[in-house]
């Protein structure tokens, strides 16, 4: 499927050049923004082989809180912190992927899910990861000297890795690899899978593990933005917004989850300052979407754009 | 003469219920052979003890002379065992092409790395699988197809695409699960005749069948079991003569046309 | 730790799980009939315990008449979502997974709206704590769990000797063959999400005196029912029971020698144990 650069190329340029030209505002609201849209196709990297994590939250936080931890208790580098967070995101992914990703759909869901719980209970109820009400004066790296304590220097932290990880995400999707988890999308496949000598436990597990990795890191990253953290940040609210934004905006291409955290995030920044009506909102637009455009908004950019260039003469 | 698949006294117990009792037999290299018999006769339980879905309760298979007994399917694989199922078992998403290619992991790793950045080998493996997918389809005379998304091919295509994956990981011993099975007459015909004339050259095919008639036209040799043992072992002709095969069959429709 | 120590962990745990297995029932035969775990399942409950506050509270009619009022708007509002949502999303299970996750957030989200972060409260109903062999009971709890006990016993006679129960087990076994026989499949499944739902309201309007109400209580009783069914064995229905009072004593002893946070953690640790390895649960038959 190939994809014509160009929207691709005008967005990053556009993200280049935001800090020139935008507001104090409008800065936090690319961060989030960004932050979100990692998340989301992080999600959508396992939601491809047939997997719903509903626990993603439970790995942003493992990363926000090995962050917090290596640097605020523990006096270690944020940039350190931000590395240290991937690795033991991942790592956990991948021990509880090896247990786990043998089960399929609603059983791997509510293992993941109850993982979630578990990391946000851990956390709450030892003292030195802050308890209830977190940590605080979380540092922010520093980039020669200069620490990153505003939020237009904070932005090219946020962008930078957003970027890489949207780019090894995308790039990895169009290899052998990304190819062959697709044979691992049902329980049938699967197996056709296996007799054909490909090992799925590890691939499976390897993906699950990179997602998290991934998830992982952003979450140290907006621990970092944040300068706090505390068991209420990353919740199964979080994990349900995350699929929002990937099922609304359709789960069959990488694009989808981009557009759909980039929108919805959009509209919950701008439109409510009240978590429930944002909670409301969202979870009506995806009704709307699962009931009656299976494919996620990009379906519909994907049909507005075919019709628009098939019109003028063929 | 090697034998390729030896099965020495193989019995499998579900529960008390004896599916196979010490069944026995060699499989020639290059041969193509029918696992045949009534319904319940433990056809299948054979074929997916074999095929390593689980293991015999006694008894020992042995691959090219290597114990493969109870080993796991993608274990299996990398042994040189290849296995078609009887449902039509296709990657839905990827073309007739891809779907082959998916056969070559056996030989060729997934290469992560060369994947993410695109090196020059990585590149030149995609070069050299895309064009040996197409000669694997091109046995099973399905290379026009190549870039038709598997979910749309109909049910005979399919069948042999099914076949061509397996063919991909280059086996030393293909089990074909019922093959004709839903096909017309013209279709089994024609998978018969490509298996019979075309597989047969690249490994051994060892295949469960009900069409008798194909049995017959097309296969080597015929192991016939009844109720978990195996009650004759030759040429299909002497088949129908055997009276313990037309015991087992009486009444059945089917037996020497 | 005395033996009157325990044996008052156990009693509670006993009728806590009295209580929990009402909700997770109703989870259950929504899973046996159409395979989707209702992830709605814990805001129902929530409503419920809502709606007693609203009805029994700030209406003031009188018990009998707004309990059966509260299961109709629980039964009627499972009815529409199964009419208007999972029947349209048949045979899919990732968007019926989701589905049911969108239908949780509007129920909950429309609750914090509409009735508000105040904590309520429903005065006892009946007070007064019952003393025997040193283990204290509050009466109102042990009422719960006997009249909880009672609907479970119904919902037995229902399941097993009616022919709608008949019909919902066929479903349950073999939906191609129950319908092939003429099974309206498409009936019972409404009928089988509304009594689901109306379950898991009852379940919460039993809770409603004894704990405070508020939106957010709904996710502490879907998180007991998922561990129960899970434990018990997806759409099984006597697993549901012993993994209930199961569940239910674990959590009371745990909170007893470990305190209520690590009961808490280890209720989940269990449940991803027997996920790990022994999906089908205690009870179930994969």
């Not at chain 3, 419920?48 to 708007?73: K, N, Q, S």
Request: glycine share 10%.
């Amino acid at each position: 499927m190939k994809q014509q650069a160009w929207p691709f190329v005008v967005c990053v340029l556009a993200l280049v050049l935001m800090p020139a030209v935008a507001s104090t505002y409008w800065m936090h609201i690319a961060i989030v923004v960004l932050l979100n849209i990692t998340y989301a196709v992080a999600l959508f990297s396992v939601l491809r082989m047939g997997y719903l994590s509903l626990g993603h939250a439970g790995f942003i936080a493992l990363g926000a809180y090995t962050c917090v931890v290596l640097t605020v208790r523990l006096h270690i580098s944020p940039w350190w912190g931000i590395l240290g967070a991937g690795l033991v995101s991942g790592a956990m992914a991948w021990g509880l992927g090896a247990m786990t990703m043998r089960l399929r759909g609603i059983y791997f869901s509510l293992a993941i899910f109850a993982f979630g719980e578990i990391v946000v209970a851990f956390f709450r109820a030892f003292d030195w990861f802050g308890g209830p009400s977190g940590i605080a004066n979380v540092p922010r790296p520093k980039f020669f000297g200069h620490a990153l304590n505003d939020h237009f220097s904070f932005y090219w932290l946020v962008l930078c890795l957003s970027l890489f990880f949207m780019a090894l995400l995308y790039r990895l999707q169009f290899t052998r690899y990304g190819a062959t988890l697709l044979t691992l999308k049902t329980e049938a496949s699967e197996r056709l899978a296996q007799s054909v000598g490909i090992d799925a436990a590890r691939l499976k597990t390897a993906t699950f593990a990179l997602s998290c990795a991934v998830v992982g890191t952003m979450g140290a990253v907006h621990a970092q933005y944040l300068m706090f953290i505390n068991p209420q940040v990353f919740t199964f609210l979080t994990s349900t917004d995350l699929l929002i934004y990937a099922m609304v905006g359709g789960i069959t291409q990488f694009w989808g989850p981009v557009i759909g955290a980039g929108l919805l995030t959009l509209l919950g920044e701008q439109l409510f300052s009240v978590g429930y009506w944002k909670t409301l909102v969202y979870a009506l637009v995806l009704m709307v979407v699962i009931l009656s455009l299976p494919g996620g908004l990009m379906s519909l950019i994907d049909r507005i754009r075919d019709r628009w260039l098939n019109k003028p003469g063929g | 003469m090697t034998a390729i698949l030896q099965i020495q006294n193989v019995s499998k117990q579900f529960d008390g219920l004896a599916a196979l009792s010490g069944v026995s037999f060699d499989v020639q290299q290059g041969e193509l052979l029918a696992l045949v018999g009534p319904n319940g006769a433990g056809k299948s339980t054979l074929f997916n003890a074999i095929a390593g879905v689980f293991s015999p309760t006694q008894g020992q298979i042995l691959l090219d002379g290597q114990d493969i007994t109870g080993l796991p399917s993608h274990a299996l694989a990398r042994r040189g065992l290849a296995r078609t199922f009887q449902m039509v078992n296709l990657f839905p998403e990827l073309t007739a092409l891809e779907n082959v290619m998916q056969g070559f992991h056996r030989h060729m790793p997934v290469d992560f790395m060369g994947g993410l950045f695109q090196t020059v080998a990585y590149r030149k493996d995609q070069a050299e699988w895309q064009t040996r997918a197409l000669d694997v389809l091109r046995i099973l005379d399905l290379q026009a197809l190549a870039d038709v998304p598997a979910q749309a091919l109909p049910l005979g295509q399919a069948k042999l695409l099914t076949v061509a994956i397996a063919m991909a990981t280059q086996p030393k011993l293909l089990l074909l699960d019922e093959p004709a099975a839903g096909l017309s007459h013209e279709e089994s015909s024609r998978m018969m005749d490509l298996v019979a004339s075309r597989v047969k050259t690249h490994c051994t095919v060892v295949l469960v069948e009900h069409n008798m008639r194909l049995v017959g036209r097309y296969c080597d040799r015929a192991v016939v079991l009844q109720f978990g043992q195996k009650i004759f072992d030759g040429i299909p002709q002497d088949l129908v003569h055997d009276p313990r095969v037309v015991n087992a069959y009486l009444g059945t429709a089917g037996m020497g046309t | 730790m005395s033996l009157t120590l325990l044996m008052q962990g156990l009693a509670i745990g006993l009728v806590n799980g009295a209580l929990y297995i009402l909700t997770a029932l109703g989870l259950t035969l929504i899973y046996g009939i159409l395979h989707i775990v209702n992830f709605a399942h814990g805001e129902v409950f929530m409503l419920g315990a809502m709606l007693v506050y609203v009805v029994y509270v700030l209406w003031e009619w009188p018990l009998l008449a707004a309990l059966p009022a509260i299961a109709a708007v629980a039964a009627m509002v499972g009815w529409l979502v199964e009419r208007g949502i999972f029947r349209r999303l048949r045979g899919q299970w990732l968007q019926l997974l989701v589905a049911t996750v969108g239908v949780s957030l509007i129920i909950q989200s429309l609750s914090w709206i509409v009735f508000g972060a105040q904590e309520k409260n429903v005065p006892s109903i009946l007070p007064g704590v019952l003393v025997a062999w040193g283990i204290r009971m509050p009466y109102e709890r042990l009422a719960a769990a006997g009249i909880a006990m009672c609907m479970v016993a119904a919902l037995y006679a229902v399941v097993y000797k009616t022919r709608s129960g008949l019909a919902m087990r066929a479903i349950e076994e073999d939906e191609e063959t129950a319908r092939m026989l003429g099974i309206d499949t498409d009936k019972v499944a409404g009928l089988a999400v509304a009594l689901g739902f109306a379950l898991a309201a009852m379940g919460g309007v039993f809770v409603a005196p004894i704990y405070s109400i508020n939106p957010g209580m709904g996710l502490e009783a879907i998180l007991m029912s998922f561990i129960i069914i899970i434990i018990g064995g997806l759409g099984n229905i006597t697993g549901t029971l012993v993994a209930g009072l199961f569940i239910g004593v674990v959590q009371s002893m745990g909170a007893l020698l470990l305190g209520a946070e690590s009961a808490h953690v280890l209720v989940f640790v269990v449940m991803i144990a027997v996920l790990i390895f022994r999906p089908q649960g205690l009870m179930g038959k994969l």
